[in-house]
């Protein structure tokens, strides 16, 4: 992409245009300067920075030890490397639940110090307070229902989210509160197809599915999952676009053979 390129911002209200005019909103996690840079040029059009980035950046098992902090300095770094996407944030685990007044102050961090445009949460009805609160701010919210990793000592599992009636009727419900309270969009997590389309079609602004069919405004997927780089992760909704984890395997493996047999560096590669 050229340098001078007069670039039009994604915002959330670009989103909702989208949703409107049922173009589909592309949207992938980014955790650093130079992926971000790169899937920018390529004109994504949401960069999440996901609490993912607790495993697939730091290797713990769940997402939730990642802290306030490490979030921005994910969130900032994504951000300067980016002109065009909207850039979201997670709220980490611990800085937003059961207290409106230290969601406001975590939101309110991210924004003043990352660049970012939007922070994301997850829950419905129980995080309301919170939601309200942030969004009183000024600061766009995006939900997150379904399976939300964030829970998962609650959930014991990561199985498929609300196969069942009674937790289908409640999601629909709780997507209809987030709705109400102002969020600019949400995502659905690993749920089923048929149940993601009627929360779309119930709902005015963007919805967001990972794991949640065809029927939704757009879909995310962790950038990671999507390239190969991590191969032990393979659930039926990943399509993997590439497989960067053998890409890096021979390109390391070569030049770890070209340092040891003296190839590498060559004449033409000193000073
Ligand atoms: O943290 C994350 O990457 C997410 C996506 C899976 C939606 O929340």
């Known amino acids: 992409m050229s340098v001078n390129k007069i670039v039009r911002k994604v915002t959330t209200h670009v989103l909702q245009e989208m949703k409107l005019h049922g173009d589909k909103i592309a949207m992938l996690t980014a955790y650093d300067f130079s992926m971000a840079r790169i899937i920018d040029e390529a004109e994504i059009d949401v960069i999440l920075v996901g609490d993912s980035a607790s495993n697939v950046m730091a290797g713990y098992d769940t997402t939730l030890p990642i802290t306030l902090d490490n979030m921005i300095y994910h969130a900032a770094s994504v951000s300067r490397g980016v002109r065009r996407a909207l850039v979201v944030v997670d709220l980490p685990f611990g800085t937003y639940q059961g207290n409106s007044r230290e969601a406001l102050a975590s939101a309110i961090k991210i924004m003043k110090e990352t660049g970012a445009s939007a922070v994301k949460l997850e829950g419905g009805q129980q995080v309301a307070e919170s939601i309200e609160r942030i969004l009183s701010a000024g600061i766009p ?5 379904g399976l939300t990793p964030q829970s998962i ?9 609300a196969r069942e009636e009674d937790e289908a009727r409640r999601l629909l419900e709780d997507a209809r509160i987030l709705e109400k309270l102002g969020c600019f969009a949400i995502v659905l997590e690993k749920i089923p197809a048929k149940l993601a389309e009627e929360v779309t079609g119930t709902l005015k602004i963007p919805v967001i599915g990972i ?8 879909q995310v997927l962790v950038i990671h999952d999507m390239l190969g780089i991590n191969q032990e992760f393979s659930p039926r909704f990943l399509r993997r676009y590439h497989n960067l984890h053998d890409e890096i395997l021979k390109a390391v493996g070569q030049y770890i053979s070209d340092v040891r047999s003296k190839d590498f560096p060559n004449e033409k590669e000193q000073y």
């Open 141 to 145: 919210v995006m939900g997150h229902l």
């Open 153 to 161: 000592h609650k959930f014991g599992t990561y199985v498929v989210r």
């Open 211 to 218: 794991g949640a069919g065809p029927g939704t405004d757009g």
